[in-house]
């Protein structure tokens, strides 16, 4: 079983940067192919980032140029780099084992205008 535990996120100040980590086990992690998503009271969750079978990174139109999907997979670690953040972007982010279909427990960002 993939458990996926993530770290990071809390409250920014617009135009400010955030780092999110997740901390994959339970797998090779190496094989999975990870994704980040994020969720609002208001909105169902959505995509925000991700890594393609073949390519570079894909990212939701909302946040390209802004963020970015690096992994580390000697750490079995996957980050999301959060730079001038936005009042929109405040939600809670998750983590994603799009293989095994495990999630993260969800992570607060909170960016005050």
């Known amino acids: 079983q993939v458990r996926l535990v993530q770290s990071g996120g809390g409250l920014v100040q617009t135009g400010g940067s955030l780092t999110l980590s997740c901390v994959a086990s339970?797998?090779?992690?190496?094989?999975?192919?990870m994704a980040w998503y994020r969720q609002t009271p208001e909105k169902q969750r959505e995509f925000v980032a991700a890594?393609?079978?073949?390519?570079?990174?894909t990212y939701a139109d909302s946040v390209k140029g802004r963020f970015t999907i690096s992994r580390d997979n000697r750490k079995n670690t996957v980050y999301l780099q959060m730079n001038n953040l936005k009042p929109e972007d405040t939600a809670i982010y998750y983590c994603?084992?799009?293989?095994?279909?495990?999630w993260g427990q969800g992570t607060q960002v909170t960016v005050s205008s």
């Open positions: 994603t084992s799009i293989n095994s279909g495990s």
């Open positions: 339970g797998t090779i992690f190496s094989f999975n192919r």
């Open positions: 890594f393609s079978n073949a390519g570079p990174p």
